[in-house]
């Protein structure tokens, strides 16, 4: 079976732009029309770019047009603060190039996410560790200027622990605060085990809460908010669909490269696959969500790397050496 049409009978959500990409691109093996790519390997990570330009990008890929931007750093599993350091300089570089802040700017932070669930605690555990300023301009605006941006932060939870659309609390907000720009953080789902926890995407298009899950809710953009809205996303966890399938197509071509074994690939039915991955997974279907183990540690890392990352992106005065002393 196509991995487009399990996503699509299990109705799986491609989080990551980069993975849309590879997925239409390996299975056309043609360009996308109106979608250009750009990737530039760094020591400790590979960037890679995504700009969809046209309405045919837009089809094509299933989203807004803009600038999706994913960071690969396999080493964020490493407990190695160099490192660490020198991806959360790469993220903030990033941030910089998407967010054309102006002296006096207004930031409003959005932390999306259950701090109840580990998997979708990113966004709250963001918010956490960032610096947040606004409040600091009543008492000493002078002392501050050309150094902070006023920054203001919410982790306003999720529809079922407030009964509240996440987007009516933000919009609420942005009416009251007059943001210059949202910045969004919260947990994807990703399409290859290798990219939970270690792949960071920031969007210029804003997003949609709980798309990853199948739990989409009103999108955070620049419609809706009135003000450029950036996301940034980290997968943290995987459908139990896509690795189920992948088993079994790991098991098929094992079938068929081994000589003792190829009568029997010849013999299968191709439906059979598709009974077997419908029983394995009932009742849960395509509902089925898989995290690590050590996705605590993970989200703790990322965390990190994400609050530092902002903290230089936004504030002048805060520079690339001495941005841990503003984590919280």
């Known amino acids: 079976m196509k991995k487009s049409e399990l996503f699509r009978q299990f109705n799986v959500s491609i989080d990551l732009a980069v993975e849309a990409h590879e997925l239409l691109r390996g299975e056309t093996g043609t360009e996308i029309p109106g979608v250009k790519m750009d990737v530039d390997n760094l020591e400790h990570a590979k960037v890679t770019t995504i700009t969809i330009e046209t309405d045919q990008g837009v089809e094509e890929m299933g989203r807004p047009k803009g600038q999706y931007i994913t960071i690969d750093a396999p080493e964020i599993r490493q407990n190695n603060y160099i490192i660490h350091k020198e991806i959360t300089e790469i993220l903030a570089d990033k941030l910089i190039s998407l967010m054309d802040l102006k002296e006096d700017s207004n930031v409003l932070l959005v932390g999306l996410g259950n701090w109840n669930a580990t998997p979708d605690a990113l966004g709250p555990q963001v918010i956490e560790k960032s610096l947040v300023t606004r409040h600091l301009f009543q008492y000493s605006p002078t002392e501050l200027k050309g150094k902070l941006r006023k920054v203001s932060a919410i982790?306003?939870?999720?529809?079922?622990?407030?009964?509240?659309?996440?987007?009516?609390?933000?919009?609420?907000?942005?009416?009251?605060?007059?943001?210059?720009?949202?910045?969004?953080?919260?947990?994807?789902?990703?399409?290859?085990?290798?990219?939970?926890?270690?792949?960071?995407?920031?969007?210029?298009?804003?997003?949609?809460?709980?798309?990853?899950?199948?739990?989409?809710?009103?999108g955070l953009n620049m419609e809706t908010l009135g003000c450029k809205v950036i996301a940034i996303g980290l997968p943290t966890v995987m459908n139990a669909a896509v690795i189920a399938n992948n088993c079994l197509e790991a098991l098929k071509d094992q079938l068929k490269t081994s000589p003792s074994l190829y009568k029997l690939y010849k013999e299968l039915n191709p439906m059979a696959f598709q009974q077997i991955l419908d029983e394995v997974l009932s009742p849960y279907s395509g509902n089925l969500m898989v995290t690590p183990k050590e996705i605590d540690t993970l989200i703790e890392s990322t965390a990190r790397i994400i609050a530092g990352a902002l903290s230089i992106s936004i504030h002048p005065g805060i520079n690339s050496e001495d941005y841990e002393m503003y984590i919280q």
């Open 155 to 218: 982790a306003p939870g999720v529809l079922g622990l407030t009964g509240i659309e996440t987007a009516e609390i933000i919009k609420g907000l942005v009416e009251h605060v007059k943001p210059d720009l949202v910045i969004a953080i919260d947990a994807l789902a990703a399409g290859s085990l290798d990219r939970i926890g270690t792949s960071i995407q920031l969007a210029d298009t804003g997003i949609n809460p709980g798309s990853g899950v199948g739990n989409k809710r009103v």
